[in-house]
């Protein structure tokens, strides 16, 4: 009997032993172990991206013999659907299938894309005759252009699995909490970036020579087989992710909000916030790493978290269409708040929705040679740009930062608003010096009698493009990795894919919207002087088109210093003593993340 009441006693004890055994599993999940296998794999995943596509205006031209117009608008459109797919792979993450997932979905489809694309690359019947002239050239049918339009729409599905999860994901790993962050001396998001412009840096030199000078089928073929390395490496770190269970579709609770507040617009808010309904524990799950905190604007959401007639009777949880808790009110204003600082990135891709094309297309008509033998790839011009900004975030990250540090007494220097404000200067420069350099190209063509001839070597070095690519490098450095640490940082954590996805929805709008400028232009600028000329650029007035884009960025700037100037950061509760490991913690401090940025 003794022995039985001692079983028991035991099989009473193992439950409880299994939940230590569980907790103890889940804290040596995560951290900076993980890291390498999320940044290899994304490294590799933008080495594919940046080597099929950067060099994809002159496949575009060259082999299947499409008009410039025409194939610029093929790339812009290409990116600004692989912009759009990410917000739906953003609601799938957030709502039920979560990053991991959603990251292993995207990355076959996106494989499968790259075999296709190779593939239409190594069959000659894909491909019309060739046209070593550039006059009277016959363009790819419409069955070749289909395959084209096939395999292009399968790398956009794959990449909307993976661009708005990997960075979260990686983010997922590691403690982002205002004193974790603050105690470190590195920034996550320079150096996520900056890893990422080795991968780039390789596609736009080795993948780029190889297709210019070896075929398109290698050229095509390596991102496809790195593409597939990668993925290995991806599964080969699950047993070390920690892997974060979706809170629900934040798309629904959005809806519950707006609805509840509808059906209680008649409902007086009161005075005093304290009384609007909190419950902690319904909102464990979607406030992990803090809870929101109550703030006066859209007071009319305020009205969904009015408690009438009972509604939240305890222990019966209240029915979410008709009261909120005070948390997912503030989810709904913190993404409302957001968005107009958010648009002006829109008119930014705008600008440089076209650029990476016009570039490559000038770089072609310019002297290449570095020496008699070896020239250049036009696309490989990018170079400079990547080169910039790898170098910026450095010098960034290790000068800028405790430099502006002295005089802001902000611990990342400057803030993710006047971050983002210096980015979008950088880029009104760099259509000016744009516009500038194209300007010259074209006069010494005039002057060298060469605007008749497609096919010449304008006696101008490539390298007065260089200028221009290091601004944009800058842009990125400033503009872009400020923009991320503002949409993940101000995002809600549980729709922190979402808000990722916004990211690339404005490089679908701002692409989209690129594509309609360039096509009005190319429509209405006439036949004789065009400014977009189908297949020679000398006949153009391309710095045009700079100058008007510099006129559409600087209304954009005073915008963006408008939105900037009236943003309120959202205020948060933190845990006082956070542990990375998610141990229990004492106390809570109140914030604003302001104090953060």
Known sequence: ???????????????????IKEYDNRKKLGGMKTIPFILVTEACDRFSTIGFHVNMITYLTQQLNLPLVKASNIVSNFDGTSSLTPLIGALIADSFAGRFWTIIVGSIIYELGLISITTTALLKSMHPPPCPSLVDCKEASGIQLSTLYLSLLLLAVGLGGTRPCVMNYAADQVDMGKLSVESRTWNFFNWYYFSLGFARLTAVTVVVYVQDNVSWGWGLGIPTITMAAAFIVFLSGSPLYKKVKPGGSPLVRVIQVIFAAIR????????????????????SAISVHGRLLHTPQFKWLDKAAVVKNGEAAYPSPPNLWKLATVHRVEELKSFLRLLPVWAAGILLVTANSHSNSFNTQQARTMDRHLSSSFQIPPASMSFFGIVTVIIGLALYERLFVPFARRFTRNSAGITYLQRMGIGLLFNILSTVVAALVEK???????????????????????????????????????????????????????????????????????????????????????????????????KGKLDYYYWLVTGIQAVNFVYFVICAWCYSYKPLEEDSEATEDGADRNGKIELTTAEKV
């Open 1 to 19: 009997m003794e022995f039985q009441d001692d079983n028991k006693s035991h099989e009473a004890e193992k439950p409880e032993e299994v939940k």
């Open 264 to 283: 209680k617009r008649k409902a007086v808010a009161p005075e005093d916030p304290s009384l609007l309904y909190q419950n902690q524990e319904l909102d």
């Open 440 to 538: 010259k190209r074209r006069t010494v063509a005039e002057n060298h009698n060469l605007v008749d001839n497609p096919k010449a070597i304008v006696p101008i070095s490539v390298f007065w493009l260089v200028p221009q690519l290091s601004l944009h490098g800058m842009t990125e450095v400033f503009m872009v990795v400020g923009q991320l640490e503002f949409l993940y940082d101000q995002s809600p954590e549980s729709m922190r894919s979402i808000a990722l996805g916004l990211f690339w929805i404005a490089n679908s709008a701002g692409n989209y919207l690129g594509t309609f400028m360039v096509s009005l232009i190319h429509q209405y600028t006439g036949h004789k002087n065009n400014w977009l000329p189908d297949r020679n650029l000398n």
